[in-house]
């Protein structure tokens, strides 16, 4: 879709991408990459004893990071650009864990579409869901600015 139509699109959800099963070999490279081994992550033998989840559980900063995966496979925009860059949350929340083995997917709805010198900024509400269970794990609300 180009610009054009994504202004006509603002407030509504624009896509939602497929699911993304996250596995205990993810979680792992991920405490590896940020030095995060909290037991509740990496640890699958305590996580079944002493969880509230019976499992280990992603990062939330691993459920943000997937944001861009997510987008990208539901949300194809078109118009020449030159680049695109992650600008920053004015809302983020963990609102619920990522237990491993479970799939994920991210629901996109467009908040607003804004001119800026050279482009273009997009707020989108972002929801990350985790099958099976009603409450998402994550809710964001995410700003991202397109350079032309």
Excluded: C
């Excluded at 997510?70 to 990522?98: C, D, K, M």
Aim: aromatic residues 10%.
């Amino acid at each position: 879709m180009t610009f054009d139509h994504l202004r006509t699109l603002v407030g509504q959800e624009v896509g939602v991408s497929p699911w993304h099963e996250i596995t205990q070999a993810q979680i792992d490279q991920f405490a590896s990459i940020t030095g995060d081994h909290q037991w509740i992550h990496v640890d699958p033998e305590r996580a079944r004893r002493e969880s509230p989840y019976r499992a280990t559980i992603a990062h939330g900063f691993l459920t943000v990071s997937m944001l861009s995966t997510l987008i990208n496979e539901s949300v194809q925009i078109e118009g020449g650009y030159r680049l695109r860059i992650n600008y920053g949350f004015n809302r983020l929340r963990f609102t619920g864990a990522v237990p491993a083995g479970s799939r994920i997917r991210g629901r996109f709805t467009l908040q607003s579409v804004k001119e800026i010198e050279g482009g273009v900024e997009l707020v989108w509400l972002s929801t990350v869901d985790v099958q099976g269970r009603e409450k998402p794990a994550l809710v964001a609300e995410w700003l991202g600015r397109t350079y032309f």
